[in-house]
């Protein structure tokens, strides 16, 4: 085949190629195959290569697929010179010899394949001939094997239900094996305390045992076995009894003694004495630390305590025996409630005396909070034994204490209040500087004001900590309703406000009138605050109360008008007694000047007794006085020469058509007409009559009640000649100065007119003194 | 002459025996002269109705000192002698002088009480801080001093009143001096009880109550009217504060001891019916076997409310401060009252509370 390729250009070998150069050799290779798929019709390889713009179908193409020699010879001859013709035919040649070594080489190659090719066929040829006879050998084996195993199969039949019969006894002489065991078993577990195995075996044998007891052999395995059981429930007992460890081991136990058939009964009692001891433990420890000697722990501490240990105790006991002893129904509970009830009642009483302790503090954060975990924590168990009630019974002990703790603030601010009272009083009772002007009344009664009213409210805020929303029992209706209208409104705000009033009347009543145990100065004050507390302060307080603890209590409450009623009537009856007592101060001093001086055998008069100015300057101090808390008042329109009225008594010369007593020694019977029809004319004097809130008011009656003191004081006298001129002087000099305090001029003219005119009927020798010269002595003192 | 109310009252140099025909609504006047000086204070004896004593000023240039003496008035003018109806109204009569209390060692007397109920030879005077017992000898024309007592403290001590309890066999007295209520023995002369600030200002006057014998009625200068258990003295059992001023006097009834008579410087007087610590709290006591022909109307009358104490009336007749009231010896529901511009008041009882109490 080679020697056929190479057969058309022997004289063009490969190396004549004009082309020798290596960069054309792929350029040729791929020509080489492109004309190879034209040959076998390939006609991808047509694009490939060409030279773009030439006609596939131009048959002037050597390498195109439509070439005729012909064309392309005429088209040479006629077109190209003789050189190019030359270069042509060279060309020509030398690309021959190229394309026939090329065929050489390839017909080489590809006889080589051919030739192994064949031989390969060749030799699977015969090894599928050897093949064929292992296959054949293969089958007639595989029958020998079926019918080989068929046989087996049926001499196999009979021994295999042997076998499974066999395997059957096998298991019931072990589960025989295990009955006969089982007392040594028992006994080995119960020896090494192994009690869940004991009696899971002792559980799983005596149904078997119960059935076949009728048979001698079993029967006296029973009876082994009931020994042992009751040995092994005695050693649980006892385990139980001593029962040191803890509630989860106790339980255990008292499982298996159920397992074991013991009765429920008296388990569930044994269980309930022993948790009872335990939590009596706890019990005494929590009183232990009651106990007076050590300095008891703060109460938050104490019910942490109690809380952890007794009621936690509690709830693992109550949780265990309602596992255990679920099956006992009401009976096992109403047990296990009254034994709750019990031992919570006496962990109440317990708690209860430590709070009692606590009373006299003031800490109420801490208090609430301990309060408070002490309700949460018995909510729990209060789940668990509703029953036993103890989240009700722990409910009333928290409202208890809120009620004691309301007492207690009651106490704290009347404690304040008398507190405030004290520091008045020391302040009205500390020397005065010198040209300091009295203490500042006004000031006091603003410190005592803003004092009590920050107490209220420091008092208000404490007791709100009971009704705060993250307190776990300030949504019980108590802490809604009756604690918010009943307790702080009423008992607290309410009862303070009552008791402020009655401890201020209470000043009203001492019996110490004469020595004058209360300042005067500091009824006035309270009788300005309770004003103030009519005016204002109550509706505010209440206000403010109603707004904190929002009342939702549609019990009655004391309307604010009442209570400002009372706080009026006892401001009232305080000025009334300030009255009083300012009133007899004066009064004493006048009385004893008039009883103690000898008024046969006074000289004439040169001067206004030293009294009188006294009381004068008392008078004004009073003034002074109330005029830092009272406002001022009505008084009566004045005559322009108030000041400067002489006494009508004595100027019958200018009586000017008014009803005045007129003295004369010779007609006393004349004067008493006069006197009594100026008296038919004139109102009756009330002398201790109650006074109006203001200054004018309050110093009427101060001066009324000294000017009556003065007449009665001069009835009871006898009077010499100038005893009467002195009486005329110091009433002159006190009419000179007294009118401006009060609200009816008249009524001090009247009073003093009548104290002259009762001197001059107790004087055996009545001649008056000289009006002017009245007034100049009255005028120089 | 049952109806008749004699009343004796004082005022300057003169007594006036007032005799009120109660039938006829007449008030018949005698006048006595008492020429020694003016009287502060004036008590009858309870034996013999002629007799008096009175307590007076002397009149003297420099000094007023307070004299006491036991008078005895003309037969014809002894209250419930009959003799002389009208002439005797204008002309006066003088006082017979029994005898002097001699005071000369003692100071002023401020009171003179009769022994209630003896023959009258015991009197009672109480001079400045001295209490003074006299024995009246020979038909009372000699008094000899028996035997004295003093009160000793600081500052000057001087009594104001005094009243002889008619219980006790006659054997208590009580003072007054400033605020101070003392009981005496008058057989030792030494103090019994003692009312220490008995009122918060001075002590005007006291009474025994006639039917129970440890209760004792003041009145003083605080405007009040106290009643007392002498025999629990640190409270008193009752207060009234019906006066507004200084109150002068305060009376039992003789008979019907819950009616209280007050008079006072504010012109006033109350007459006041304290059923609660009286000795008929109840009411009139009245057998049941009296009643048992009544049973109808017992029952309503029982359930009604036990009276209550209370005011019964106020007296607003004077102008000017009474200084003297008290009750009729011989007709219980008749009381009289003085004031200082002289005029007598005499007043009864309501014919409603009378009935009343009686029935």
Redesign the interface.
């Given at each position: 085949m080679a020697a056929a390729a190479a057969g058309p250009g022997p004289g063009s070998g490969p190396g004549d190629s004009p082309e020798g150069p290596e960069a054309e050799a792929p350029e040729r290779r791929r020509k080489a195959h492109g004309m190879l798929k034209i040959y076998y019709g390939l006609s991808e390889g047509e694009t490939a290569g060409r030279p773009p713009g030439s006609d596939p179908l131009d048959p002037t193409d050597l390498n195109g697929a439509h070439f005729d020699p012909e064309v392309y010879l005429d088209k040479l001859r006629r077109e190209c010179p003789l050189a190019q013709l030359m270069d042509s035919e060279t060309d020509m040649v030398r690309q021959i010899r190229a394309l026939d070594s090329d065929m050489q080489t390839l017909v080489y190659e590809n006889y080589n394949k051919f030739i192994s090719a064949t031989d390969t066929i060749r030799k699977m040829k015969n090894d599928f001939r050897k093949m064929e006879d292992e296959m054949d050998r293969l089958a007639t084996n595989m029958a020998v094997i079926t019918d080989f195993s068929a046989r087996i199969s049926a001499t196999l039949q009979d021994r295999h239900e042997r076998i499974t019969k066999l395997a059957g006894v096998h298991a019931l002489l072990r589960k025989l094996q295990f009955l006969f065991e089982l007392p040594s078993r028992l006994t080995k577990c119960v020896e090494l305390g192994a009690y869940g195995q004991a009696v899971r075996y002792q559980g799983r044998a005596r149904a078997v045992l119960q059935q076949y007891q009728h048979l001698p052999s079993f029967r006296a395995i029973q009876d082994d076995c009931q020994v042992i059981t009751a040995r092994l429930a005695q050693q649980l007992r006892q385990r139980f009894r001593e029962g040191g460890s803890g509630a989860p081991e106790q339980a255990e136990c008292v499982e298996l003694l159920l397992a074991l058939g013991e009765p429920a009964e008296e388990l569930c009692d044994e269980f309930l004495a022993h948790a009872r001891g335990r939590l009596e433990a706890e019990l005494r420890s929590l009183e232990a630390e009651l106990g007076p000697s050590p300095p008891a722990p703060d109460v938050l501490e104490f019910t942490d305590h109690g809380g952890s240990g007794f009621v936690g105790g509690l709830c693992q006991v109550a949780s265990a025996y309602q596992e255990l002893f679920a099956a006992q129904g009401p009976a096992g509970a109403e047990k296990l409630a009254a034994f709750a009830r019990e031992l919570g009642g006496r962990y109440f009483a317990l708690v209860e005396r430590r709070l009692a302790q606590e009373q006299g503090s003031g800490d109420n954060s801490l208090l609430v909070r301990a309060l408070d975990r002490f309700h949460r924590r018995l909510r729990a168990p209060g789940a668990l034994l509703a029953a036993a009630g103890l989240a009700e019974a722990a409910t009333e002990i928290v409202e208890r204490v809120a009620r004691e703790r309301l007492g207690h603030h009651l106490q704290g601010l009347r404690a304040a209040f008398l507190g405030c009272l004290t520091d008045v009083r020391q302040a009205l009772a500390a020397p005065r500087l010198a040209g300091k002007e009295g203490p500042g009344l006004a000031e006091l009664l603003a410190n005592v004001a803003s004092s009590i009213l920050s107490h209220i409210k420091a008092s208000l805020a404490a007791v709100h900590l009971f009704t705060a929303k993250e307190v776990s029992f300030s949504n019980k209706p108590y802490f809604r309703g009756e604690f918010c209208s009943q307790g702080v409104r009423e008992g607290l705000i309410v009862g303070f406000i009552r008791s402020m009033c009655q401890t201020a009347q209470s000043f009203c009543d001492s019996p110490g009138e004469k020595g004058g145990a209360t300042p005067p100065a500091l009824l006035l004050l309270l009788s300005r605050l309770c004003l103030d507390y009519e005016t204002a302060t109550i509706s505010y307080v209440l206000t403010l109360t109603d707004e904190q603890f929002l009342v939702q209590d549609q019990s009655p409450v004391t309307p604010v008008s009442t209570l400002c009623a009372e706080a009026r009537e006892t401001a009232r009856r305080l000025l009334t007694h300030y009255v009083k007592v300012q009133g007899l101060v004066i009064s004493q001093m006048l009385r004893k000047s008039v009883e103690t001086r000898d008024w046969l055998s006074t000289l004439e008069p040169r001067n206004v007794r030293a009294v009188m100015k006294r009381v004068v300057e008392d008078t004004t101090a009073i003034d002074v006085q109330v005029g830092l808390l009272y406002e001022e008042g009505v008084r009566k329109a004045q005559s322009s020469d108030s000041s400067k009225r002489t006494f009508s008594v004595y100027s019958s010369s200018r009586q000017q058509g008014r009803y005045a007593p007129s003295y004369t020694p010779s007609a006393p019977m004349d004067t008493n007409l006069l006197s009594n029809i100026q008296k038919l004319f004139s109102e009756r004097i009330d002398v201790f009559s109650p006074v109006e809130f203001n200054k004018v008011s309050v110093l009427t009656g101060i001066i009324k009640i000294s000017l009556k003191t003065l007449l009665e004081c001069v009835r009871l006298r006898t009077f010499g000649r100038f005893g009467l001129q002195q009486v005329q002087v110091d009433c002159h000099f006190l009419q000179l100065y007294l009118w401006r305090f009060v609200a009816d001029e008249e009524l001090v003219h009247l009073l003093l007119d009548e104290v002259v005119a009762s001197a001059a009927l107790r004087c055996p020798d009545p001649v008056p003194m000289e009006p002017s010269v009245v007034e100049v002595i009255c005028e120089r003192g | 002459m049952e109806d008749d109310a004699p009343v004796i009252y004082g005022l300057e140099f003169q007594i006036h025996i007032i005799d009120f025909d109660d039938e006829n609504n007449i008030i018949n006047k005698n006048v006595l002269l008492h020429q020694v000086g003016?009287i502060w204070h004036i008590s009858t004896s309870p034996a013999d109705r002629g007799v008096l004593a009175t307590c007076y000023?002397k009149?003297?240039?420099?000094?007023?000192l307070t004299c006491a003496a036991v008078w005895r008035m003309p037969k014809e003018l002894e209250p419930g002698s009959h003799e002389s109806p009208d002439d005797s109204s204008s002309t006066a009569h003088t006082l017979e002088l029994l005898c002097h209390l001699d005071n000369t060692a003692h100071g002023s007397m401020a009171c003179v009480t009769w022994e209630p109920t003896g023959d009258g030879k015991k009197v009672i005077s109480l001079a400045d801080n001295h209490i003074l017992l006299w024995d009246l000898q020979e038909s009372s024309s000699q008094a000899v001093l028996a035997s004295s007592a003093s009160l000793e403290g600081k500052g000057q001590l001087k009594f104001t009143s005094g009243r002889w309890s008619p219980h006790h066999t006659g054997t208590q007295v009580a003072t007054a001096n400033d605020?101070t209520i003392r009981g005496w023995d008058t057989r030792s002369m030494s103090q019994i009880y003692c009312i220490e600030?008995a009122h918060?200002?001075l002590v005007r006057d006291l009474d025994f109550n006639p039917n129970r014998q440890y209760y004792l009625a003041s009145c003083g200068d605080?405007?009040k009217v106290k009643f007392w258990d002498t025999r629990n003295v640190t409270e008193p059992v009752k207060t009234l504060e019906e006066h507004?001023?200084?109150v002068w006097n305060v009376r039992y009834n003789h008979s019907h001891d819950q009616l209280v008579l007050t008079g006072s410087?504010?012109?006033r007087v109350i007459l006041s019916n304290m059923v609660s610590i009286s000795s008929e709290p109840f009411g009139h006591l009245v057998d049941d076997d009296d009643l048992s022909d009544q049973e109808e109307r017992r029952p309503e009358e029982k359930s009604q409310e036990p009276p209550q104490d209370s005011v019964i009336a106020t007296y607003?007749e004077h102008?000017?401060?009474v200084y003297a009231v008290d009750w009729s010896s011989a007709d219980p529901w008749l009381f009289a009252s003085l004031s200082?511009?002289?005029r007598l008041v005499i007043n009864r009882v309501p014919r409603a509370l009378k009935y009343h109490i009686l029935l």
């Open positions: - | 003016e000023n009149p003297s240039d420099s000094k007023v605020t600030n918060g200002q605080d405007c507004s001023h200084w410087s504010d012109s607003e102008e000017d401060s200082y511009d002289g």
